[in-house]
């Protein structure tokens, strides 16, 4: 079948790299600083555990946004190439400007490259979540979906895609700036654990705080039943920074309770991982629109 658009994104939407090779979506890496050095994203597991393990012992990298010209140089060869339409699954604006810098390259490849036609979306949304927009993306490409038809679908739906996140590793949030120091200290000495997610336009919120990640994950599962919508349909995606193993216990609690088709399982690379540490999991999936307040207790 014909295809009619070609679809881009980076690697912070946190797919395995044969993943996206698998599914022919082109992924930019974004970098991060270390050392003094820039570091780009392979989008391997094997590498984001190396880098979960550098920061366990002291390491503390820092995110660095794609600049103009980096996306110019990457979408140039794709646009040469295929001659069709790119649908580019940006990392939420609300997180990172990243979003912004893409559009601003858009208008200079159109300015080279007449033909070009590069429709940026922001997602909304971070690490898993827009990689599943990117992969429905390529299945409706896939289908032999028109262009319009593609772009509006994503728009309409993306606010649907739900995410819960939490962490019992408070002192890499505070290495990041995300937690103050007596926050980290107090929360670490009473075992407490933040619940977040995001609003319609991709901000993190802090929700709720409990004691214990056993109730957390269970005040979590409070939360979600009156959110989740047609469970049975749908793949949910756990990923997490290096605990693969409560990370699993994690998303076959959610598989049981909610009854979802199969959940799959993903590293959180070094976009998010920079800021968060080791420790963190959470789970993506599809349900009701989000709210302003990102949820509305």
């Known amino acids: 079948m014909e295809r009619k658009f070609v679809v881009c994104t980076d690697s912070g939407c946190d797919l395995a790299l044969e993943w996206l090779q698998e599914n022919k ?32 012992n002291g390491a503390a990298p820092k995110t660095s946004q794609l600049n103009v010209m980096q996306f110019v140089d990457f ?28 559009c601003q390259a858009a208008d200079i490849i159109k300015d080279e490259l007449p033909e070009a036609e590069i429709h940026m979306i922001d997602s909304t949304l971070c690490s898993t979540g827009y990689g599943m927009l990117a992969l429905e993306a390529a299945k409706m490409r896939d289908e032999g979906c028109e262009l319009e038809e593609a772009i509006n679908w994503i728009e309409e739906h993306k606010g649907n895609i739900n995410t819960w996140y939490t962490t019992d590793e408070l002192k890499y949030l505070y290495r990041s700036g995300r937690v103050s120091k007596l926050g980290a200290i107090l929360g670490e000495a009473l075992n407490i654990c933040p619940i977040l997610n995001l609003d319609l336009e991709g901000h993190l919120i802090v929700q709720e705080k409990v004691r214990g990640l056993k109730k957390t994950i269970r005040r979590i599962h409070e939360i979600m039943d009156g959110i989740v919508e047609n469970a049975g349909d749908q793949v949910a995606w756990v990923c997490h920074s290096d605990i693969p ?21 993903t590293y959180i690379g070094p976009t998010i991982g920079s800021n968060c540490g080791p420790g963190l999991m959470a789970i993506f999936f599809w349900g009701k629109k989000r709210t302003m307040d990102g949820y509305k207790g």
């Open 25 to 56: 979506i082109y992924a930019i890496p974004l970098q991060y600083e270390l050392d003094g050095q820039l570091v780009s994203d392979t989008m391997k597991h094997e590498d984001c555990h190396v880098f979960y393990e550098n920061m366990r």
């Open 75 to 102: 979408w140039t060869p794709i646009v040469k190439e295929h001659h069709l339409p790119i649908i580019h699954i940006s990392l939420g604006s609300g997180v990172s400007g990243t979003y912004n810098n893409g």
């Open 245 to 265: 193993e409560k990370a699993m216990e994690f998303g076959e609690e959610m598989k049981q309770r909610y009854g979802f088709k199969d959940v799959k399982y």
